[in-house]
């Protein structure tokens, strides 16, 4: 049983639908969001090395790469070393949904957790932070570890 009864993921959820709205971006779905993130941080990061990482087929990435172009967010550019494949670069449009997005995050956070007291964020903060480097350090090692503990209680399921 979850103990935190995916609170954390609900969070996450509402925050960013409120940016989304804040930002007057309804077109952008999350997953839009996602794609543009990762390839801001992964600059060249090919079409298919996205397919991977999302574990989508190819003409989804390719449809929502070209919708995320189109709108101004990314670009792609052919591969030097292999005209079959597409590199994907953010824009100066896409680096600035990102700094809008920092803000209207950092906005709803402190809203969220205005009603705490100093106190309950001096615990609150340090074990978010535990987490989310947990969390991090996991998803770096493509979540080779969880993904063996999870065959482990879930056989065949992977």
């Not at 990762?38 to 449809?63: F, M, N, W």
């Not at 809203?111 to 987490?131: C, H």
Request: charged share 35%; net charge positive.
């Amino acid at each position: 049983m979850d103990p935190t009864r995916r609170r954390i993921r609900k969070i996450d959820r509402d925050a960013q639908r409120f940016v989304a709205q804040a930002l007057g971006n309804t077109d952008l779905s999350l997953s839009d969001y996602d794609m543009i993130h990762t390839v801001r941080h992964r600059p060249g990061i090919t079409q298919e090395e996205l397919r991977r990482l999302y574990c989508l087929d190819k003409s989804t990435i390719a449809r929502r790469a070209a919708r995320l172009e189109a709108a101004g967010y990314i670009f792609r550019r052919t591969s030097p070393g292999d005209k079959r494949r597409k590199e994907l670069f953010v824009t100066e449009k896409g680096d600035a949904l990102r700094e809008a997005k920092v803000e209207a995050e950092s906005f709803y956070f402190h809203w969220l957790t205005a009603e705490l007291t100093e106190a309950e964020l001096a615990v609150l903060v340090p074990l978010l932070d535990r987490l989310q480097l947990r969390s991090r350090d996991e998803r770096r090692q493509d979540f080779v570890h969880l993904l063996e503990d999870y065959e482990k209680t879930h056989p065949g399921e992977t």
